[in-house]
């Protein structure tokens, strides 16, 4: 079945490493694209903004959510929108986070297997697209 997926055992999951202690599982539609993202405590993830609209949910744990310059402490079941071009980040402190991004459109540069929240350090892998 093509349309069913698995978060923790499915081979066409894209992994990207976007820092030290946070990696991505990815999967992309045609409109739009899940990321369930991991961060060990203690982990911090880089300021960006990107184009395409986000909207994020804390899975597990607790987290501190950046945005547009004002911080906010997450408690799992916390959910957020992130409008397009607004700088946002995250980070753990003790306790581990897991969140699912949605992002529409999905991001060019997430439909590949690399490093980094854009276009830094990414591998030459072959883009795992789906056909949905």
């Not at 060019?108 to 883009?127: H, L, M, Q, R, V």
Request: hydrophobic share 35%.
């Amino acid at each position: 079945m093509n349309w069913i997926f698995n978060r923790y055992k499915d081979e066409r999951a894209i992994v990207r490493q976007l820092r030290e202690g946070i990696t991505a599982k990815i999967f992309v539609g045609t409109n739009s694209m899940l990321s369930f993202v991991q961060l060990d405590p203690f982990s911090e993830g880089e300021s960006h903004q990107h184009p395409e609209e986000q909207w994020g949910i804390l899975l597990e744990g607790k987290c501190t959510r950046t945005q547009d310059g004002q911080e906010f402490e997450m408690q799992m079941g916390d959910f957020w929108i992130t409008p397009s071009n607004v700088q946002h980040s995250l980070r753990t402190s003790e306790m581990s986070a897991v969140i699912l991004d949605v992002f529409s459109p999905p991001r060019p540069e997430y439909c590949s297997d690399g490093k980094g929240f854009g276009n830094i350090e990414k591998s030459e892998a072959p883009t795992k697209l789906g056909n949905l």
